[in-house]
């Protein structure tokens, strides 16, 4: 495919300076690998911990293969039959799939207009369903929408259950944007989710966390497999944090691409919503099959996401996005 724009990946490639050192770290990993990995990974985490920041230390820091091996852990430990886990689509589909793997019920609540769930919106649902668990996205996928502090306040102190919040994209959001991170001070049923995917350009590497209270990383200690983070994706991830500045210098450049399709999206005719990601969803699409089909025709993919007239579309580089704002005014609306 010459244009993939379809699974929110970071398209910009690892700097080279960058792409070497983790080549040593692996390189050094490899001459060791007869051996098990260090199954508690205590660099990987204090390096998360420096990065997160917050006063957080490795105690309060988790790791597993991919943010959904982190959440699919959670609802072992917290979920599973008998229980249920609260969700408001639409929003990252992963969330349902994983719960229905763990025999966790998934309970749909409602979003308020323009995808966004107010603190009210959040209790009301909290009190008609009574979960075990509260899955928020933050930003939403595939709506780009924020959460609010005050919405996961008000969900916390409404249930006795866990609340986890997702934040994929949450390098993606304005700088100095609040961070559910700013919220887990003397709440021990917080747990705030992120991946190193998006914003480290790590899709393949495979390696997702979360902070929260050392009692949460104890728990998922009685459900995760042996060994289950290997010494090379522990020695990949541990030097890719030790240039977050580099890495995450991409960050501003995705974000610029994302806000010229929010700019430009709407001159061809497509409205789009605002986004603190790195991909945009647009409407306006009246046929969002022949629209994905026509642009897959031109080498060009993209996503429907299920959501009627709408499509998404991942911010990528400047070529890729010139390419896909060219092929789409070439589709006959």
């Given at each position: 495919?010459?244009?993939?724009?379809n699974v929110n990946e970071n398209t910009h490639p690892i700097p080279e300076a960058v792409a070497r050192d983790i080549v040593e770290a692996v390189?050094?990993?490899?001459?060791?690998?007869?051996?098990?990995?260090?199954?508690?990974?205590?660099?990987?985490?204090?390096?998360?911990?420096?990065?997160?920041?917050?006063?957080?230390?490795?105690?309060?820091?988790?790791?597993?293969?991919?943010?959904?091996?982190?959440?699919?852990?959670?609802?072992?430990?917290?979920?599973?039959?008998?229980?249920?886990?609260?969700?408001?689509?639409?929003?990252?589909?992963?969330?349902?799939?994983?719960?229905?793997?763990?025999?966790?019920?998934?309970?749909?609540?409602?979003?308020?207009?323009?995808?966004?769930?107010?603190?009210?919106?959040?209790?009301?649902?909290?009190?008609?369903?009574?979960?075990?668990?509260?899955?928020?996205?933050?930003?939403?996928?595939?709506?780009?929408?924020?959460?609010?502090?005050?919405?996961?306040?008000?969900?916390?102190?409404?249930?006795?259950?866990?609340?986890?919040?997702?934040?994929?994209?949450?390098?993606?959001?304005?700088?100095?944007?609040?961070?559910?991170?700013?919220?887990?001070?003397?709440?021990?049923?917080?747990?705030?989710?992120?991946?190193?995917?998006?914003?480290?350009?790590?899709?393949?590497?495979?390696?997702?966390?979360?902070?929260?209270?050392?009692?949460?990383?104890?728990?998922?200690?009685?459900?995760?497999?042996?060994?289950?983070?290997?010494?090379?994706?522990?020695?990949?991830?541990?030097?890719?944090?030790?240039?977050?500045?580099?890495?995450?210098?991409?960050?501003?450049?995705?974000?610029?691409?994302?806000?010229?399709?929010?700019?430009?999206?709407?001159?061809?005719?497509?409205?789009?919503?605002p986004s603190w990601s790195n991909f945009v969803l647009f409407g306006g699409v009246s046929d969002p099959h022949a629209v994905f089909e026509a642009?897959?025709?031109?080498d060009i993919l993209i996503r429907d996401i299920g959501i009627p007239n709408h499509l998404r579309v991942t911010a990528g580089t400047a070529e890729?996005?010139?390419?896909?704002?060219?092929?789409?005014?070439?589709?006959?609306?």
């Amino acid at each position: 495919m010459r244009v993939a724009l379809n699974v929110n990946e970071n398209t910009h490639p690892i700097p080279e300076a960058v792409a070497r050192d983790i080549v040593e770290a692996v390189a050094g990993a490899i001459l060791k690998v007869n051996r098990y990995p260090d199954r508690e990974f205590t660099e990987l985490r204090d390096s998360l911990a420096n990065y997160v920041g917050h006063g957080l230390t490795r105690d309060n820091i988790w790791a597993a293969n991919g943010s959904n091996e982190v959440l699919q852990q959670l609802l072992q430990a917290f979920g599973g039959p008998g229980r249920s886990v609260l969700g408001f689509p639409p929003t990252y589909s992963m969330h349902s799939i994983i719960a229905s793997g763990t025999g966790t019920r998934w309970v749909e609540g409602e979003r308020d207009d323009n995808f966004e769930i107010s603190p009210g919106t959040a209790v009301r649902w909290i009190e008609r369903s009574a979960p075990d668990l509260v899955f928020f996205c933050s930003p939403n996928n595939p709506t780009g929408t924020p959460l609010s502090l005050e919405t996961i306040i008000a969900a916390y102190d409404a249930t006795d259950g866990i609340v986890v919040v997702d934040e994929a994209y949450a390098e993606f959001a304005p700088a100095g944007t609040p961070t559910a991170l700013d919220l887990l001070k003397g709440r021990p049923r917080l747990v705030v989710s992120r991946t190193m995917s998006k914003a480290f350009a790590f899709a393949g590497a495979r390696v997702g966390y979360l902070a929260a209270d050392p009692a949460v990383a104890d728990a998922l200690r009685l459900v995760r497999l042996p060994y289950h983070l290997s010494a090379l994706t522990q020695a990949a991830a541990t030097a890719a944090l030790a240039h977050s500045e580099e890495m995450l210098a991409m960050v501003d450049d995705i974000k610029a691409q994302r806000d010229r399709l929010l700019l430009e999206l709407p001159e061809l005719g497509y409205p789009a919503w605002p986004s603190w990601s790195n991909f945009v969803l647009f409407g306006g699409v009246s046929d969002p099959h022949a629209v994905f089909e026509a642009l897959l025709g031109q080498d060009i993919l993209i996503r429907d996401i299920g959501i009627p007239n709408h499509l998404r579309v991942t911010a990528g580089t400047a070529e890729e996005t010139t390419e896909f704002l060219k092929a789409l005014a070439r589709i006959e609306r």
